[in-house]
């Protein structure tokens, strides 16, 4: 029988994993601007973003289904939150200047 306190550090982890892949996304966006090859950035940070929330949400795991959906529960809470912080209608002055709509 799975308990509170065997699926507390899956829902943490995928907190964490939440955080890596959404952080890294945030990052990868803000720097897509002054990349030579903007493709390449976005490719490879998607790829290595995937591969350690996978590697991750894996190892969480160990077999059991109820810590996958702990994990998994972090991880969309990470993303609501990052959504609700980061709205469109944040976006610096000099972009709303050049007229590029969100």
Same mark, same amino acid.
């Given at each position: 029988? $799975?308990t509170?306190? $065997?699926?507390?550090?899956?829902?943490? %982890?995928g907190? *964490?994993?939440g =955080?890596?892949?959404? *952080? *890294?996304?945030?990052? $990868?966006?803000r720097?897509? %601007?002054?990349? !030579? @090859?903007?493709?390449?950035? &976005? %490719?490879? /940070? &998607?790829v290595l973003?995937?591969?350690?929330?996978?590697?991750?949400?894996?190892?969480? #795991?160990?077999? /059991?289904? !109820?810590? #996958?959906?702990?994990? =998994?529960? *972090? &991880?969309?809470?990470?993303? !609501?939150i990052? =959504?609700?912080?980061l !709205?469109?209608?944040?976006l610096?002055? %000099? @972009?709303?200047?050049?007229?590029v709509?969100?």
């Amino acid at each position: 029988m $799975t308990t509170v306190m $065997t699926l507390l550090p899956a829902l943490v %982890a995928g907190l *964490g994993l939440g =955080l890596i892949f959404f *952080g *890294g996304l945030w990052l $990868t966006v803000r720097q897509l %601007a002054d990349a !030579q @090859h903007p493709w390449l950035l &976005f %490719a490879m /940070s &998607f790829v290595l973003r995937l591969a350690l929330v996978i590697a991750g949400m894996y190892l969480v #795991m160990d077999g /059991s289904w !109820q810590r #996958m959906l702990a994990c =998994l529960a *972090g &991880f969309i809470i990470v993303r !609501q939150i990052m =959504l609700s912080r980061l !709205q469109p209608d944040q976006l610096p002055e %000099a @972009h709303r200047e050049e007229g590029v709509e969100p």
